[in-house]
């Protein structure tokens, strides 16, 4: 069973530009999360959908964006890149919430985001 | 307000020296407390999810154990492929977030 792909694996953009990273989910998950990583400051949660729905999101400016397609294929969007943008960007899926072992976050390999 | 802190930041063992990385949370209605294992350039890898206090789980040198207030993840005989960093995060009950601690990064040396 093939796990989470995030496409690009890299890539390296100038301010002021806007980038689109993608996330294929688990075979099966419908629920698709957005990490933003830092050596500073960790994981932060950015947005979680679940059937293409938009349920939570983080503290983050409204440059950021997501969307989940009705394969529970998802796309994060950050307009305006700032230097500050540059990041891991972490997808995660799960099959669903509530209890047990249907809300284990299974993440991808991160795209690295490099803003200069 | 939801929050997960792990200690120590880092921390050095020779190969061989058990010990133990803590994580303290604090939650409303928790509803998982995950381990993740990270290698540099990767993503998180999932380990251990825990659901009440006096829970435990067990994998291979790894054994994670919870109480109302904090989680440990215990590690016996460590060997240098154990070197990562450890992440732990926690779930609470109204919200679809979860919480990450900063993580503990393991060197285990030869």
């Known amino acids: 069973k093939a796990g989470v792909t995030q496409t690009p694996r890299y890539l390296i953009k100038t301010r002021g530009q806007q980038v689109t990273l993608s996330c294929s989910p688990i075979s099966g998950h419908r629920s698709v999360s957005w990490y933003q990583q830092t050596p500073g400051q960790g994981l932060q949660f950015l947005f979680e959908y679940f059937s293409e729905t938009q349920r939570n999101k983080g503290n983050f400016p409204g440059r950021f964006s997501g969307r989940q397609f009705s394969n529970s294929r998802s796309e994060m969007n950050v307009s305006t890149l700032e230097l500050g943008d540059s990041a891991l960007y972490l997808c995660?899926?799960?099959?669903?919430?509530?209890?047990?072992?249907?809300?284990?976050?299974?993440f991808g390999a991160g795209t690295r985001l490099s803003v200069l | 307000e939801d929050q997960v802190t792990q200690s120590p930041e880092a921390l050095r063992l020779q190969e061989g020296e058990s010990s133990s990385l803590n994580c303290s949370y604090t939650v409303s209605g928790l509803r998982g407390l995950f381990w993740y294992r990270q290698d540099p350039g990767k993503g998180p890898e999932f380990l251990f999810t825990l659901y009440s206090a006096g829970e435990e789980k067990e994998k291979e040198r790894l054994k994670a154990t919870l109480t109302k207030k904090e989680s440990f993840l215990h590690i016996t005989a460590p060997k240098p492929e154990d070197s990562a960093t450890y992440l732990c995060a926690v779930r609470g009950s109204g919200t679809y977030k979860y919480i990450f601690g900063t993580g503990t990064r393991l060197k285990v040396l030869a």
């Open positions: 995660a899926s799960s099959l669903a919430t509530g209890q047990g072992t249907k809300n284990i976050q299974y």
